[in-house]
């Protein structure tokens, strides 16, 4: 029954890793992006495209925790069997992150030895291909290096703590005796990531036997027994000194202190089990959360970048509007003029939202945001027949009059073209509200979206930048 419970959780385990794997895969070739939104988001498109090669290579991430000193380096150059990460006694050699890829696999190194030994771990290149997905004595790994909790520098500190531990599949949590109220902190801080966290009590070869194990009940009785499992605690001595008494010519005993082989093995066989239980459900849910987390980013980094887009055209279409109906004096001309340049406006603002519209469509939804405007297309269209007529008879008399009648002519086309420019700039944002929710109003409907957005704008800080450029095209 057991069997079959354990296949059964297999097969979930699974199904759960191609679903991510196909739903990244999918969020990946359909993103819709300009050359311009791509270049903005190329950070978090990089990233999505490199968990979709992790997830498609298998590789599970293991990111190390813990205070400075507590040899996290170590560690993890004693895991791979090559001294990959720096190491030393200044105060915290490793100021930024840093991985390495790592093959580990548990096998025999000879009769006398447990069957449950692992085979020590070497470093490889990644080799996806090399990887034999679903068996049990082997992982592809990618082992991540963090800074000191403790070291300076703390909000950036925790910031990439954080985004390290909201990626890692696994988290080992390093300490080297009784936990601190820093390192208590801090993995109450990692718990809230929801990941599997091994406390791994490094440097066991610095405390005699009995002293090794009340610092182990203590912190698994007393200190984290709200946070950490017994089964998640692992003792081990990275990199362990063994001590050699020597005596020398003179007949005195010397002792010196020498680097001994790595006591890391518990570790591994804890690893590997967590990633047999675990490993694939773990990528599915990281790959799940980070997708729809990347997906959102880029959904309103995109509309971002489309709003400040969309409101320069809004504001190009509105100074064309308003420099056409400035320098023509025919009215009917005027009203045309300006609708066209409205349409105009729909419709690009529907290509840059990724919308078809056709000229008819563009013209029925100007159509309906007039009428849901009211008052403002209403002046504009007062504005435009009450002045076009006084502009002509102005602009006629300019050469009876030696240019005088210019003086007036071109304070009323600059007042009533400002109204025109403001009209045109409301049913621009009108449009780019419609067309960003999806060409849909939303629950509130047109003509409350309409007089939401009107009411939010400064009319007269438009009016005023309008006539502003006005003035320089016109005189010009």
Do not use: C
Request: proline share 3%; charged share 20%; net charge negative.
């Amino acid at each position: 029954m057991d069997d079959v419970s354990a296949d059964f959780d297999q097969l979930q385990s699974e199904l759960h890793y191609f679903q991510a794997k196909d739903l990244i895969q999918d969020l990946v070739s359909r993103l819709d992006l300009s050359e311009r939104e791509k270049s903005s988001l190329n950070p978090i498109l990089d990233e999505l495209t490199q968990t979709l090669q992790r997830i498609e290579s298998g590789k599970v991430q293991i990111a190390a925790f813990g205070m400075v000193g507590r040899g996290k380096s170590s560690l993890l150059n004693a895991l791979i069997g090559e001294t990959v990460f720096e190491t030393g006694a200044i105060h915290g050699v490793t100021r930024t992150m840093e991985s390495s890829a790592w093959r580990l696999t548990r096998e025999p190194l000879s009769p006398a030895e447990s069957s449950q030994s692992i085979q020590t771990a070497r470093l490889n290149q990644p080799d996806p291909v090399a990887t034999e997905e679903g068996s049990p004595d082997q992982a592809n790994v990618e082992l991540i290096d963090t800074p000191g909790i403790d070291e300076v520098n703390g909000e950036q500190r925790e910031a990439l703590a954080t985004a390290v531990a909201e990626r890692a599949d696994v988290i080992l949590f390093v300490v080297t005796g009784d936990i601190t109220q820093v390192e208590y902190s801090a993995l109450k801080r990692l718990r809230q990531a929801s990941k599997p966290i091994l406390l791994v009590f490094n440097k066991i070869d610095q405390y005699p036997e009995a002293d090794r194990q009340a610092i182990y009940e203590t912190i698994r009785d007393t200190r984290l027994r709200e946070l950490i499992s017994p089964e998640e605690i692992v003792m081990v001595s990275a990199a362990p000194l063994e001590v050699q008494a020597k005596r020398g010519l003179d007949g005195q005993l010397k002792v010196s202190r020498t680097a001994g082989a790595p006591q890391v093995e518990p570790l591994k066989l804890k690893i590997l089990d967590v990633l047999q239980r675990e490993g694939k459900s773990l990528m599915a849910i990281n790959t799940l959360l980070f997708a729809d987390e990347a997906n959102g980013q880029i959904v309103a980094r995109k509309m971002a970048i489309r709003d400040r887009e969309a409101d320069q055209l809004i504001w190009n279409a509105a100074v064309m509007k308003a420099t056409a109906i400035a320098i023509n004096p025919v009215t009917v001309l005027d009203v045309l003029g300006g609708a066209a340049v409205d349409v105009y406006m729909i419709i690009s603002l529907s290509k840059l939202y990724g919308i078809d519209m056709t000229e008819a469509g563009a013209l029925a939804l100007l159509k309906k945001i007039a009428i849901a405007m009211g008052g403002l297309s209403l002046s504009e269209l007062l504005a435009t027949l009450g002045l076009s007529s006084l502009k002509l008879f102005l602009g006629a008399g300019a050469a009876v009059t030696g240019g005088a009648t210019m003086v007036p002519y071109v304070s009323i086309a600059a007042t009533q073209a400002a109204v025109a420019g403001a009209s045109s700039y409301g049913i621009g944002q009108v449009t780019k509200t419609y067309l960003a929710n999806g060409a849909t109003w939303g629950e509130e409907g047109p003509k409350a979206t309409a007089m939401r957005i009107l009411n939010s704008l400064d009319n007269e800080s438009i009016l005023n930048r309008l006539k502003g450029e006005l003035a320089s095209k016109l005189q010009s």
